[in-house]
Each structure stands twice: as C-alpha cells, then as structure tokens.
C-alpha cells in the first residue's frame, strides 16, 4: 500500500505489476533449465552413441579373434 501510494498507482495495480515480474522471472528461469537440460541430454546422447558404436567395434573384434581361434584348433 504504501508503494502504491507513492508511486500514484492503486494497490491492486502494484500487485499485478509484481505478480507479472514473478511470472516473467519464472518463465526466463524455465528457459534456462530448459537449455540446461538439453546440452546435458545432447551430451549424454552423443556419448551413448558412441559407446554404442565402440560396442560394435569390440564385437566384431571379439569374433573375428574366435574364428580365428576356432578355424586354427580345428587345423589341429
């Protein structure tokens, strides 16, 4: 009441004058979060993804060394 009165405005004006600063806040902070979040998300992705390929790699590594073995005990 008493900013209301020294800024010549009604009560009720002053509290939606606050009531939208919280709103606009809250919104720029959910931006921020959300931006946050999705650098980690794309990070995350990116090194599962490349596991995933590593995966791959040391499968084909593994079988080809089994066959490997296998082709050469059988020559035995």
Do not use: H
Not at 2 to 27: C, D, H, M, T, Y
Not at 44 to 51: G, K, R, V
């Amino acid at each position: 009441m008493q900013l209301a009165g020294e800024l010549g405005l009604q009560p009720r004006q002053v509290a939606i004058w606050f009531q939208n600063k919280r709103a606009r806040w809250k919104s720029k902070q959910i931006e921020k979060d959300y931006k946050m979040l999705k650098a980690n998300y794309d990070s995350l992705a990116s090194s599962f993804e490349s596991l995933q390929d590593e995966r791959q790699t040391l499968l084909l590594q593994v079988t080809f060394v089994y066959r490997q073995y296998i082709t050469t005990s059988l020559q035995f």
